[in-house]
């Protein structure tokens, strides 16, 4: 990771600010022959895209996707894909107002500390809208990973909103795609729309939620020690989205209360390979995949942006009170979702390719088992 | 970060097993001039040493370091500096019935699938042993601090033991160090002892912890958008440590409670620059740092090694029960404060190293301040 | 330099075919409030661009870039700057016939061998169109350049075509800029002229180059030992640019037949600090800078799409012969120039963000002069 | 690479000043399960030595490699395998005069500009010293190809020595380890060692030399556009070796002077796939390898440190003139061979890791024959 740049062989760089001409992808070492075109990048893109509920920002941009190199008659070509998204919906007075005072819990007043200037224009490079160039670049790593891992599954849901979590018991993975809030428990959805249509319109005021992304058919043996260790990178990754400030892989936070006895996935032998009797360590254990679930949570902190009066200061000094109109998702956690598998795509690509090259695919046997390739 | 490296200019490879001959940590990167000596660093060492309390590993170890490259009469010269820990207490016999057998919650299965063989001795690479490189590698860190910015602290404590929590009121700084645990609160310190005793006699058994470091007197302006911020390489360095399973920047994944009146650390103009009501950002905006205390935790699961069995496999398939004797920690996470502290301060170089580069340090001002030069 | 991203600080990475829908740059770590629009930038595209010459290929591309990102009101905001330039020429007949077959000396074989599949049209990602990325990117990193070392020039100049090569005696630094080849001597450009001339015309054939480049006004002190020295850094960075073969700092391959005496560059103190007899280093010892003027040369190879029918094979095996029509230079180091310059430039900026990153570009004295500060 | 580490997957950081207590490698990435010890090792450093004739420094040390991690029970286990060699044969005092002198064409002064300080014991980090530590992750790199590539053959020797080169119609393979000086033709052979002992005790002077590398067996498809072409990393490689100021890739210089027409490597079918009908290009066509030999060559100046007076500075800027004693060897060279040699065995192997990582080492085919994987 390099200022915009992330991953090890699947280099995602990502350009562009919130109200500029266009923002996009760079991405380097992207596996040659790969199926893709425009629409299929396009469709992970409209997942994503603002304006989709009542209840995300009014913004209203199509968000299309050009694909500009890397690609040959519908295939990958080993060299460098970029996508880039127009910026069509820039209403730049909207932001005027902000450009000399600094939102209290933006990034407005560190750009500026840091660089000793900033591009006021809807968040500049901090805006969230950062995050639709890695939803193309995820759309990339699932056409590759469809290819190299076709029984992978990548799947984003919230689990928390405010206060209010979902019920375990209730968990419907169906359910997901079914209500605006990627929520797999559907009264837990239907409070949350009461409650999150309440914080906007009479509360004036915005959210904060907890975003769970698990992967299915990750082969053991990604990842690797001690400082590229699978869950490093997925911290990273995840951390590094707009506004997440805790990221939790497996039991998460919680382990810091369990004994040994009750954190230790015991194993045992079943008819593919070994089988695990729980999964507190979230599929990874030091660092590298075990062949379970990879399951990971990331925390995202309520917008910044509310309509109700916070105390703050002008670039020269003086005291001012900041409202921000304009649209504004008052829970941006919804939209994190398709960003947080994004992400998950990427790196679990990024540490596939990683580990062809290094080991070859070539996995320790256990039993009778063959060794079989990986990737 | 790229297998066994940290750091973008400031970077650390640590090398070495439990049992092997040595280990130690090669840094690229160091700034030349800087007053350093094999003392200063253990200094740093001596701290995290295991055999330290009565409830740590009882493996003892002087752990010396000796610095092979890099200074010249007692400076740094700008050059690779490699700092060796020769192993000298290496009981090989203690681990030798488990090179056929994976510890439930243990890498031991992980490295054998991804490398077909792994060292057991001692759990070879993926041993907490690598840490001691780390806390080299902070010493280092820390003496560049020191010259360039001579008013930062960093200080790492325990916050947790199990489901036993500090009690912020008793926070008492000058506590940390008189107690065995790190632990800011002297009541919960004697608690954490009883219980500590009471599960590595009785119980055979291990738990989990939550370590907390913060960093006072760090500049705005350090980290970058938007996958090198410094929260993103934070909480990457934090959770590479071993058996660290989740991260939290400032209020971490309680900002999901929060809403965003609440969330918003307000900003007043106070006679030193800007400062803010209250720090739920953990003194990080949109990547950047803001000049408050950055504040993070990350939650440590409890070792796996215990005297409990556990069901497990063996290579060849066949069932077993695995206990493990020999010399463990109950609760690593106390081990892990310096070494928490220690990768704070290699991040917070890293990060003024690569902000000069870019920027040469040089701040926007806010009101009447001067622009001023950073490290 | 990572696949198709090129420095370590000021990062850039390539993208875009020859005959796709548009090529660029994206850059990654340039400093933030340094002047620049596109009107900066295109003026050093069109010295590079076709067209430009009766000897030089007639394509004819205006070669408009545009700034997508990391500027805002006409100065960088220290965010990622994306410079795109459509393609609008893409007379895409003129190379169908060599879909099936490799011309020899080009890169159409490896290119199938490594990915399986090529972007045949118009040389594809491995067209020297690909340069045009590389000189917008060296126009940024000047523009930053002129803010950091106001008195750096960077002057490239071709001092051989074929076996004919300028007379040093008659080396006039104003006569590059009169003639078509960027030749600073005036006899030869007009040998040269009549050369190329009958090469192309009557001998349907192409010829090599060597280009030279040097930097004036590099301040002591840039580059770091022993992987990233300023002359490993220049020798890589020449030797990607297409076609080049051969790399030399200073003296070159000629250092081979001088004896220690005579290539030791004697040195005296002079006003200003030390001041060396002679410069066979090329201004470059122990790969860091020492103040004097950096001089290297690269040589291009004559470019391989020529009118006369050369032996070779189609994808399927058979037997053909290659006669590639189309527009091509007969002398591709004419082009080189512009590109040399660029890189020249992306390296220097690269090491002096490096160098105040890790050392704050405080240079250590000689005799009584005070300790500088660099960049 | 970054300052004191080469290569992309197969990552070497070399540590270590001439007179320190130890240098060595840190190498990360390597494959694991590969059979390796210290003696494996030993060997091509054994190589390497000085004092192996009375032409070369009669600095007399062992060398002796110990391995310090990653390999268990003689296996490589994937993790840091970190080679050190103790300096035993540190007389100190033979340079004690210089630490206030800068010698001409030598990193005395910019070792000093940089960082304010060096390390004057004999040469520190910028002696030739280093190129043991290259030498030693080159055979742990020639290890790793002998099983992923069993047919590769790695081959140096000296070309040319002052201005006596080889006559390359005498050329035996056999006679390069016959003489002192790995050269091809006994007669040069003969002529350089009545030169060279002439150079030494008559002359008091030094002389540059040729050095040319081979690598025969190296797959079609290392390599990858366009800033991490395989000839790109092979310049950069030869280029950080200590005096070397020249790389050529096949024909390198000379293809300024040749045409389009004789430039051209004609391409027939063979039995085994496509066959080249000369190999001007080297083995490398658009950075990425053709299957042919990958041929290479460098020149190396002469040492700077010799007998005879040259005039000079003090760090106080005074005038002196400097008389290296001490022991130097008259052609660097000769000793830069194995170095060139180590240098090409890493870049094979970081491009064949990086090669199966990308593509999964699938190769393109031609004619009937089949897809074959690399690697």
Same mark, same amino acid.
């Given at each position: 990771m390099s200022h915009n740049t992330f991953g090890h062989l699947y280099r995602v760089t990502t350009w562009g600010e919130s109200h500029g001409p266009a923002l996009g992808a760079t991405i380097d070492g992207c596996p040659p022959g790969i199926a893709v075109d425009a629409d299929a990048i396009q469709a992970w893109l409209d997942r994503r *895209?603002?304006?989709?509920? @009542? &209840?995300?920002?009014?913004?209203?941009?199509?968000d299309t996707v050009e694909i500009?190199?890397?690609?040959?008659e519908g295939r990958t070509t080993g060299t460098p894909v970029q996508m880039m998204i127009r910026?069509?919906?820039?209403?730049s007075k909207d932001y005027?107002?902000?450009?000399q005072t600094f939102r209290p819990g933006h990034a407005d007043i560190t750009y500026h500390q840091k660089y000793?200037?900033?591009?006021p224009r809807g968040g500049?490079?901090?805006?969230?809208?950062?995050?639709a160039a890695r939803v193309a670049a995820g759309g990339l790593a699932r056409a590759v990973l469809a290819d190299l891992l076709p029984d992978l599954t990548i799947t984003g849901y919230m689990v928390q909103m405010g206060d209010k979590r979902i019920d375990r018991a209730r968990f419907? *993975?169906?359910?997901?795609? @079914? &209500?605006?809030?990627?929520?797999?428990?559907a009264v837990a959805a239907a409070e949350w729309d009461d409650y999150l249509t309440w914080l906007r319109k009479d509360d004036h005021n915005s959210v904060g939620a907890v975003v769970e992304v698990t992967a299915r058919?990750?082969?053991?043996?990604l990842g690797a020690p001690v400082y590229a260790k699978l869950d490093t990178d997925l911290a990273a990754a995840m951390m590094?989205?707009?506004?997440?400030k805790g990221v939790e892989i497996g039991d998460g936070m919680a382990?810091?209360?369990?004994t040994g006895r009750d954190n230790a996935d015991e194993i045992a032998m079943g008819p593919d390979g070994p089988e695990f009797s729980s999964n507190h360590a979230g599929g990874i254990l030091g660092g590298i995949s075990t062949g379970q679930d990879v399951v990971l949570r990331f925390a995202v902190k309520p917008?910044?942006?509310?309509l109700s009066p916070r105390a703050s200061i002008r670039i020269d000094g003086t005291a001012t009170e900041v409202v921000t109109k304009g649209?504004?998702?008052?829970?941006v956690g919804i939209r994190a979702v398709p960003v947080g598998e994004a992400m998950m795509a990427c790196v679990i690509l990024d540490h596939l390719l990683l580990d062809r090259g290094q080991t070859g695919g070539v996995r320790g046997t256990i039993g009778e088992g063959r060794s079989l390739r990986r990737g």
């Open positions: *895209r603002p304006g989709r509920t @009542r &209840n995300t920002t009014t913004r209203n941009e199509p500009l190199s890397g690609t040959y910026n069509t919906d820039q209403r005027g107002d902000i450009a000793g200037l900033r591009d500049g490079r901090s805006s969230a809208r950062e995050t419907d *993975r169906a359910e997901i795609a @079914r &209500n605006d809030y990627w929520c797999p428990d058919g990750v082969p053991p043996g590094s989205i707009n506004a997440v382990v810091a209360a369990l917008t910044s942006s509310i649209r504004h998702d008052p829970c």
